[in-house]
C-alpha cells in the first residue's frame, strides 16, 4: 500500500492495530488542519516511495485511537513495526528527518 490522501473517521481499533504485521505509517489528523494540509506533499512524496501500510486516521476529542497513542498534536505520524512504535514524528517538515524515521521500519 502506498499514500493515502484522505482521512478516515472509521478507525480502527488500538487493538487492531497493535496486530498490524509489518510496516505501518499511522498519520493523525484533519483535511481542515492547515498544519496536515501542509505536510501532504512530503508525506506523499516519502510513502509512495516504500511498500508501508499508510492508515490516515481523522483525529479529535474523543477519538479512542488517538487518544490511546497520546495524540497532541496534528499531523502525528507515528510508524509501527509488527505493532510496536518504532518512531513519531509530530508535524514533520523536514524530508531527512522524515526519511530516517522511515527507514527504521526497514526489516
Sequence with gaps: ?????????????????DAMPGAVALEFGTG???????????????????DIAHLKIEDGPGRPLGRSFRIKL???????????????????????ELQRALALLEP
Design 74 to 96: 496534528w499531523p502525528t505520524l507515528v510508524l509501527l513495526r509488527d505493532g510496536a512504535e518504532v518512531a513519531r514524528l509530530v508535524r514533520p517538515t523536514d524530508a531527512a
Design 1 to 17: 500500500m502506498a499514500y493515502v490522501a484522505d482521512y478516515r473517521s472509521d478507525a480502527p481499533t488500538r487493538e487492531q492495530v
Design 32 to 50: 481542515w488542519c492547515g498544519h496536515c494540509v501542509g505536510a501532504q506533499p512530503l508525506l506523499r512524496q516519502a510513502l509512495e516511495a516504500r
